[in-house]
């Protein structure tokens, strides 16, 4: 049954460039608490105090989190609604023929299935549905994209259906990106604007691991499963335990040649052994600032892979930049930027003042970032460039493990003779430890980063001017997915998504 909000009285204007808009104002409850609260902490509140008298979001769950000092330890349950939803298509297509169900049985009962829609913005970007067929041409994505076509065909029109059928459903078709970079690029509001000029932050469940991604440009937002999504779609919140909030502090200089995937990995490396399961990570300090949302988003990504529900970065300036180059109009970064402030959202890391509470704290120094790996089967498995042979040939013998494969002596010298074919003509190659046979960038957690491609790119380079070269029997694909880290334009203008299924 739907009630007053007892929170009414925190609804104010905000004036911005000509514009009104409306919002529940945090620091009007007066309270030193809130001060206190993680950033990541404040958007759980703030969610609680707009929804509150709706779904079964009451002042108790206001007040826990709100005392989310005292209270985090205890195990306490809150209501929390995030404010939209994304799915990917292997995990989402469910989602929308239960939503075609739901519509189905309205109308065999008499009633008019049109009202069966979602009642959050849902997105759903087709991007996994791709196979590596043809490499190393220079056609090689356009066929590949045909034969996805061809392949998945029924379950694309049925999406393309869903699209026009269910209002507030979007979906993203083959080729545009990577869902996560899509999210990150395109999809993400950093604060939202309903139809009713009432803005609030942006937060997101998806049904994809990697949703946390979306935390680099200051969005809250994690995987959950297909029930739970499909619950947030139809406006029901999500039933959670108030998370322990770990602070991780950046300190030093970024060393130039590093990049953000010797950062993540070593930060993968401490949070693992920290033990951070269930917990939110919020990053802190004044080094945070050196890190472009290409590097934060890299960091966030990894959230799965270090155990934490989310990696967290507020929004600060250097996030309205990256709005900016992403082509978000000006009026939307206008009230971005204002709201937030107004909220006690928006965060400099050079001001320690702004830190706040945290209920343990990392710190992390970048001068001591050096070129590493991981594995061979775990990403904290944390591996220096300049260790990585001897580590490789150690864990072939090493006994059975996470860190070996235990070979003898005998099968670590073993090889075999293959016949593969080139410019027509047959060859012998020969396949042994440690052999490459697929060569590929393809993850969301690089492919949204320009300074990794680059990168990458001058490190195949050298190779060349070296004298290697790849043989053709090694599989190799190169999957951007991103419209913005491949625009060349110096005017990087907004990502369109106008091809049809």
């Not at 459903?169 to 604007?193: D, M, S, W």
């Not at 900016?324 to 003042?353: C, H, M, P, V, W």
């Not at 070129?371 to 042979?389: E, F, I, Q, T």
């Amino acid at each position: 049954m739907q009630t007053t909000n007892p929170y009414a009285n925190l609804k104010k204007d905000l004036q911005v460039g000509g514009n009104t808009y409306q919002y529940f104002s945090l620091p009007d409850l007066n309270d030193q608490r809130l001060a206190k609260l993680p950033f990541s902490v404040r958007v759980l509140l703030e969610s609680a105090i707009r929804n509150c008298g709706k779904n079964g979001v009451s002042q108790k769950d206001v007040e826990t989190i709100l005392d989310w000092e005292n209270t985090y330890s205890k195990q306490s349950e809150v209501l929390f609604k995030p404010s939209r939803v994304i799915l990917q298509d292997f995990t989402g297509v469910p989602a929308v023929v239960d939503l075609a169900a739901m519509r189905d049985t309205c109308k065999r009962l008499g009633g008019d299935p049109d009202k069966i829609n979602p009642l959050v913005p849902v997105d759903l970007v087709i991007d996994h549905s791709v196979q590596v067929d043809e490499y190393g041409r220079n056609d090689a994505l356009d066929k590949n994209l045909e034969l996805e076509m061809q392949r998945n065909a029924e379950r694309f029109t049925f999406l393309k259906w869903g699209a026009n059928a269910f209002k507030g459903l979007t979906i993203v078709p083959p080729g545009a990106g990577i869902v996560h970079q899509v999210n990150l690029e395109y999809l993400g509001r950093c604060v939202f604007k309903d139809e009713a000029g009432v803005v609030y932050p942006d937060s997101v469940v998806g049904t994809d691991s990697h949703t946390p991604m979306i935390n680099g440009l200051g969005v809250v937002g994690w995987g959950v499963g297909g029930i739970e999504a499909e619950g947030v779609m139809l406006d029901q919140p999500i039933s959670m335990v108030l998370p322990e909030v770990i602070g991780y502090k950046l300190v030093g200089q970024f060393p130039s040649h590093a990049t953000a995937t010797d950062l993540v990995l070593a930060i993968t490396k401490a949070l693992r052994a920290k033990g951070v399961v269930e917990k939110f990570v919020e990053f802190f300090g004044p080094a945070v600032e050196q890190l472009s949302i290409a590097d934060r988003a890299t960091i966030s990504n990894m959230s799965p892979e270090m155990g934490a529900t989310i990696c967290y970065f507020p929004v600060d300036n250097k996030t309205l930049d990256y709005l900016r180059l992403t082509g978000r109009s000006d009026e939307q970064i206008a009230y971005i930027e204002a709201y937030l402030k107004a909220q006690g959202l928006f965060r400099d890391y050079t001001n320690a003042s702004q830190d706040p509470v945290f209920t343990d704290v990392l710190e992390l120094d970048l001068s001591t970032i050096i070129p590493c790996l991981s594995g061979p089967k775990r990403p904290h498995d944390y591996v220096a460039l300049s260790n990585m042979k001897t580590d490789f040939a150690a864990c072939l013998t090493n006994p059975v493990g996470h860190k070996g494969f235990g070979l003898t002596a005998e099968q670590v010298s073993k090889k075999v003779s293959f016949e593969y074919e080139e410019n027509g003509e047959k060859k012998q190659g020969t396949l042994t430890h440690g052999s490459v046979v697929i060569a590929a960038i393809t993850s969301c957690t690089n492919t949204s980063n320009p300074s990794v491609m680059i990168a990458a790119g001058l490190v195949a380079r050298n190779a060349v001017k070296k004298g290697l070269k790849v043989p053709s029997y090694i599989k190799t694909s190169l999957a951007p997915g991103s419209g913005v880290v491949t625009d060349t334009s110096l005017n990087p203008r907004p990502l369109r998504f106008a091809a049809a299924l």
